[in-house]
């Protein structure tokens, strides 16, 4: 766990740092939505930008002004910093309207903070509906997120590197699947702070590096385990949420298990792999778009209920932790939506609010978990 903690809680990690001086380039991207296989078919390193380490909002909140998500504000605020000085590139997508401004506002700071924007800065855009327009929309933008990396890193990506990338990729999808299954099994093996970790992990890893680091934890994992003792087991959803300070806030600080999450970081689409056959392009644009359950893609809202049910029978979950960042409007209105009809089935469901990484409100959070789980105890009821 140790490889895994270390890139889940730092910015750069000792894998990064080897494969900087390699030679090897590397690019930050903001969103799950951005079809990592595409650069490491070009030999270059995808990083998930994330807004751990920040310690002020001076520079954010500049640019963005204080009343929206703080969780693209803190990626400003590192950019600002100096803390992605090691990227060669940065690919900005529209999940959400706060991270499609990072694109000008990190464009905007970039003049007043002297070499913070990577020379390569590419917009990706993603539409919010996966019918036959938007399907062709998507491979169009693959396409020419791809015409853009060859042309500026001087590289060539062919349909058999792509397959070769794809193939790698899935191969830690389906560690990943046997991971989810073993936080089902009444055996408690591993805890959600753990698994969190390793799946943030794998954001930041080089891939190799981290399928088999995965393949190895996850043949210790399987002998061993103790009881779960009684521990109530929770499922997290929400806001994107990079931070396994959280999930450690309600294990550690509640006695609580987390079995299942439902979040941009979290084990969310395990299992789902991408064929190794075909058009590599368009086997990419129906994974990531096609199969995707984040509530920004318009007219899903059924399918991402039923995902959640499924994965709440699968876990034998007792109780879903609803959590969004402050201002963050897509996740603030569909988990009122989800409290309604998980609640309308049986399922105890707790709505926080809250701001991202190093400025959440502990107390407060700790205190609204354990009210919540005095509440499961005493039958569910409201």
């Given at each position: ?356 990484g190093p400025l959440i409100e502990t107390g407060r959070v700790k205190l609204r978990i354990n009210a919540f789980l005095e509440r499961i105890a005493q039958g569910g009821k409201r």
């Amino acid at each position: 766990m140790k490889a895994f903690y270390d890139a889940a809680t730092q910015i750069q990690n000792k894998l990064i740092f080897d494969w900087k001086e390699t030679g090897k380039k590397i690019v930050g991207y903001t969103c799950s939505y951005v079809p990592a296989e595409i650069f490491y078919a070009a030999d270059i390193l995808p990083v998930r930008l994330r807004g751990i380490e920040t310690d002020g909002m001076e520079i954010g909140d500049s640019y963005y002004g204080p009343f929206i998500c703080s969780f693209p504000k803190c990626i400003l605020q590192l950019a600002g910093k100096g803390k992605f000085s090691f990227l060669d590139g940065a690919v900005i997508t529209p999940g959400c309207d706060a991270m499609r401004r990072l694109d000008e506002c990190w464009r905007k700071a970039g003049e007043d903070y002297q070499g913070i924007v990577p020379d390569y800065f590419y917009y990706f855009d993603v539409p919010h509906k996966t019918e036959a327009h938007g399907m062709d929309w998507f491979v169009t933008e693959i396409h020419n997120l791809i015409k853009s990396i060859e042309k500026h890193f001087k590289v060539w990506i062919t349909d058999e590197k792509l397959l070769k990338a794809i193939r790698l990729y899935n191969k830690g999808r389906r560690a990943l699947k046997a991971l989810e299954g073993l936080r089902a099994e009444d055996v408690l093996k591993v805890s959600g702070t753990e698994v969190f970790a390793a799946t943030v992990a794998g954001t930041v890893i080089p891939r190799e590096d981290y399928t088999d680091l995965l393949e190895q934890w996850l043949k210790k994992l399987k002998k061993s385990g103790k009881t779960a003792n009684g521990k109530k087991r929770l499922m997290l959803v929400g806001s994107i949420s990079d931070e396994i300070d959280l999930v450690e806030l309600v294990e550690k600080t509640t006695g609580a298990v987390v079995v299942a999450e439902n979040l941009c970081f979290g084990v969310r689409y395990e299992g789902n792999e991408i064929p190794e056959t075909g058009d590599p392009v368009e086997s990419l644009a129906k994974h990531y778009l096609g199969k995707s359950v984040c509530p920004r893609m318009y007219g899903k809202y059924k399918e991402r209920l039923a995902f959640l049910q499924e994965k709440i029978g699968r876990a034998r979950v007792d109780g879903v932790i609803m959590q969004n960042i402050r201002f963050c409007d897509l996740h603030g209105a569909e988990n009122a939506l989800f409290e309604r009809d998980l609640e309308a089935l049986g399922i105890p469901c707790l709505r926080v609010e809250r701001e991202y990484g190093p400025l959440i409100e502990t107390g407060r959070v700790k205190l609204r978990i354990n009210a919540f789980l005095e509440r499961i105890a005493q039958g569910g009821k409201r």
